[in-house]
């Protein structure tokens, strides 16, 4: 079973809009991950940033170490229904994010020295104060880029993601165990191994002074074509040959393929002459499948073939104002009608977490200006339980 082509459940039960991840499907993912542990000793995270639902956490950690987060909300997360390892990482972390952090997690990552020089001491005398246990890595800039669409390639040119070797001063490791890069975007092994090579080249005097080395995300594990057998030599490579434990941190090799968004059709316009007819549907691609827009790709129907491709070829869009609220254009082997089910497939990763706060980042508060008496006044402001309580 492949959640790309069909579901199992009858979408006409589901309450539309909805987004169902299919508890089976995530199992499937799990048993492949479990392999590579299993054959390599390595740890394997959950990128929070693509997948937050806690609902289902207990199941992840039977076989995942931990999660790895993206801001204080993430790692409360993490920490509170996860319970396992917490590695968090920021491009810039600020005193408040520390002050969080240093409780919530096990391992912080600095994203350059002058963070580190801020704010490793504070961190570790917060950790301190209450017994509890913080490593400390450093993000590298491995220079190293596998062809991602520059949007998601944080190797790219002037990219402010991670330490290039000109920048990484040697002599300002105290308290560095780890070793943290991320570079491939829904890529293969022979990415990851191309990536290693240059990373040995450039940090060999650096890699046998650290417990672990993070290879990030972006590791296609669970797609049927790639390649786990080579994953796991080039991991087993590396902790051998350097004496650290690897770990990694997949987002979409989790949850892929595992999630749907239901939606119902609500109209089914005339056709404009030489378009495709317009069906309306009860969602919206900007606010419930932002990912789709800003990609962008084309989301795939069950059900649904090229445009041309079948009998009925309309363009599926939603229900906002916004011109660009469209998914594309589909065919189908009859025309629509109202109240049909629409199942856009593999709509667990970077879907839910998006229409959310992406990376759990704080929702800017509402305020309003009272010129008059030079007043500020604090409308509504978001707490951690308004993030944790719409992913769950
Ligand atoms: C630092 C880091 N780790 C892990 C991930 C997860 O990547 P993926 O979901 O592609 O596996 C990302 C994605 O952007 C990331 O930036």
């Not at 169902?20 to 394997?44: F, S, W």
């Not at 972390?93 to 096990?106: K, M, R």
């Not at 350097?242 to 941190?249: A, F, N, T």
């Not at 069950?302 to 660009?324: D, H, M, N, P, V």
């Amino acid at each position: 079973m492949n959640g790309r082509f069909a579901c199992r459940f009858d979408p006409r039960r589901v309450t539309t809009p909805a987004y169902v991840v299919d508890k089976g499907l995530l199992q499937h993912n799990l048993a492949i991950l479990a392999r590579v542990k299993e054959a390599t000793g390595c740890k394997i995270l959950l990128a929070l940033k693509c997948f937050a639902m806690f609902r289902v956490f207990p199941i992840l950690a039977e076989v995942l170490d931990g999660v790895c987060c993206s801001s204080p909300h993430e790692a409360r997360l993490g920490r509170e229904e996860f319970g396992r390892e917490v590695h968090s990482f920021a491009a810039a972390f600020s005193e408040t994010d520390i002050a969080d952090l240093a409780l919530t997690s096990d391992h912080l990552v600095f994203n350059s020295f002058a963070q580190k020089r801020r704010f490793q001491s504070q961190a570790a005398e917060i950790a301190g104060q209450f017994g509890h246990r913080l490593e400390f890595g450093l993000r590298i800039n491995p220079e190293h880029s596998e062809g991602a669409n520059p949007l998601y390639d944080p190797c790219a040119p002037g990219s402010r993601l991670g330490i290039r070797w000109q920048d990484f001063l040697a002599d300002q490791l105290d308290g560095i165990s780890g070793l943290h890069w991320h570079n491939l975007c829904e890529q293969d092994a022979d990415c990851l191994e191309r990536t290693v090579t240059v990373v040995e080249q450039n940090f060999a005097s650096i890699l046998p002074h650290m417990r672990y080395v993070n290879f990030g995300g972006g590791h296609h594990i669970t797609r049927e074509d790639y390649d786990v057998e080579r994953l796991i030599t080039i991991v087993k490579r590396f902790q051998d040959r350097w004496g650290v434990q690897v770990y990694l941190e997949p987002g979409e090799a989790v949850a892929l393929n595992a999630g749907y968004l239901v939606a119902s059709v609500l109209d089914v316009q005339p056709a404009h002459p030489g378009t495709a007819t317009n069906v309306i549907m009860d969602a919206s691609v900007p606010a419930h499948m932002p990912d789709v827009l800003e990609m962008p790709y084309r989301p795939h129907i069950i059900g649904s073939g090229e445009s041309g491709e079948k009998a009925f070829t309309c363009r599926i869009g939603g229900l906002s104002c916004l011109a660009g609220d469209v998914a594309g254009e589909y065919a189908f082997n009859q025309p629509l009608k109202v109240d049909d089910r629409l199942v856009f497939t593999d709509m667990a990763i970077y879907t839910m977490v998006k229409n959310n706060t992406f990376n759990g980042v704080q929702l800017p508060a509402i305020m309003l200006f009272h010129p008059e008496k030079d007043e500020l006044e604090l409308v509504r402001s978001f707490d951690y339980q308004d993030f944790r309580n719409r992913l769950s």
